[in-house]
């Protein structure tokens, strides 16, 4: 590794990303995965207990006088507000002062807030940690999903950034079942199995948090910030980890960058970058996360209502059905998130999201004659979803992987905010009114709006999604402070 010093800082010439992408898959990565990737089983634990405990927290006894509507409306507004605002908060610190640090910070906070979200007492104290449990979660998608691309190499980033996303869905599942236990009075009074739920995502997220000192910092962001011996070190100790694993020398790495450092960048040079620079990037961006953020904060908070309030399933057996529907949506990003890094980005982005459309509104179809039951209902949207939650999945991919290294924490903050805040704010209270009404037209009217907004995200995905497949992050998207990238140069 070469250095020189600049008027603006030292100038380096370093082969870390590239050693980095040329490693082949080992113990080190998996330890990252479950390092970070576990929380996202957290979060979907969370949103899928609250969807599903909703009938129970407004029944007599639960010691809180709130309604369904209350809790499957403003609570899941908030929590999606208070994520949208703690992804941008935390997603600038993020790009600032490290992925780790944040890493470790947001999920602490998701900590603390779930577990005084177990003690409420009355609506505004539930409705207040309901806020700062999504306020944690929001830092977690910045930090999360930029230390993931920058840690794993080129050749698996897709399927590993699907899967991890994806892996909310085990979280949902295991939310369903626990919901059914928490939910039977004969086991727990009803002013007390509810609580447990909230009480046991933070024992969960504590464990998680002990697991987690152990990942390291992104090299990436080391070097940009003039760390490249901690960069350096990190580096070389995951090689001699992986020769030792493997019995046999690496191959040699094959690239190079010159790095103007930094310590970091302007909000005019964010604007710029995502406005200016990349602005097709950023209409792909806003669609995806539009389309999947509508669909899936209105289905996960009020699918449990749906059943109640069209076929008639006690709310104590909600949970089986939803159990059904996260693993079809596991499934999706599992079995379809090596095609991303095979058959490639913009035929696999395109084709989930539009796929995932024309089923919805067959289902709507479906529904709106009248010859679905609980259980052909739940079969369809697991079909649905099985498309759908690899292109949900995506999304996060895409935002994480086209911007350049100094921006990237911001731009998935960024475009997560704007269009969750779009869609996941707007979703929840519009589902609620019209699935309240109790009225078969407003339902169906429900589902095709989540149709509609997921069908154009994948016209706009088919132009102009890139080719991001399989290549080096810097190829993809040349840092700011880059002088010089070896190989292919960045798509536009």
Known sequence: MAAAQSASGRTITT?????????????????????????WILDGMEVTIVGNIASRLAEPGSGLDISS????????????????????????????????????????????????????????????????????????YAAINSAIDELIPAYYRGRVDLIINGSYWLGAVGGALLSIVALNTSIFPANVGWRLTFALGAVLALVILLVRRHVPESPRWLLIHGREDEAEAIVRDAEKMIEAEKGEPLPPAEGEMVIHQRKRTTFTEIAHTVFAK???????????????????????????????????????????????????????????????????????????????????????????????????????????????????????????????????????????????????????????????SGKVPDAVLAFQIGA??????????????VNAERR?????????????????????
Request: aromatic share 16%.
């Open 452 to 465: 509609g907004l997921m069908c154009a995200a994948g016209i706009v995905a088919a132009f102009l999604a």
């Open 69 to 140: 509507g209350q809790i499957t409306g403003i609570a899941a507004a908030l929590y999606v507000t208070g994520a949208c605002t703690g992804a941008l908060f935390w997603g600038r610190l993020t790009d600032i002062y490290g992925r780790k640090k944040l890493f470790l910070i947001t999920l602490a906070v998701y900590l603390a807030a779930t577990a005084l979200t177990a003690i409420s007492f009355d609506t505004w104290w539930f409705f207040l940690f309901r806020f700062l449990t999504g306020f944690g979660i929001g830092g977690e």
């Open 278 to 436: 990349y602005r097709k990037r950023s209409v792909l961006g806003f669609s995806l996360f539009i389309g999947q953020a509508f669909l899936y904060n209105a289905i996960t908070f009020g699918y449990g209502a749906i059943l109640t309030q069209f076929f008639d399933v006690p709310s104590g057996n909600t949970g089986y059905y939803f159990a059904v529907i996260a693993i079809g949506n596991f499934l999706g990003p599992l079995l379809l998130g090596h095609l991303f890094d095979t058959v490639g980005r913009r035929i696999m982005i395109s084709g989930t999201y539009l796929l995932s459309s024309v089923l919805l509104f067959a289902t709507a179809w479906l529904f709106d004659q009248g010859s679905l039951s609980a259980t052909t209902m739940t079969a369809c949207w697991c079909a649905v979803l099985f498309f759908a939650s690899a292109g949900a999945s995506s999304a996060y991919l895409t935002v994480s992987e086209i911007f350049p290294m100094e921006t990237r924490a911001m731009s998935i903050a960024f475009f997560y905010a704007i269009g969750t805040a779009a869609g996941g704010i707007s979703g929840p209270l519009i589902f609620a009114e019209l699935t309240g």
């Open 472 to 492: 080096p992050l810097e190829h993809v998207a040349k840092p700011l402070s880059a002088a010089k990238v070896e190989g292919e140069p960045a798509e536009k």
């Open 15 to 39: 082969d870390i990303s590239a050693r980095l992408d040329r490693l082949p898959w080992s113990r080190w990565h998996w330890s990252i995965v479950i390092g970070l990737g576990t929380v």
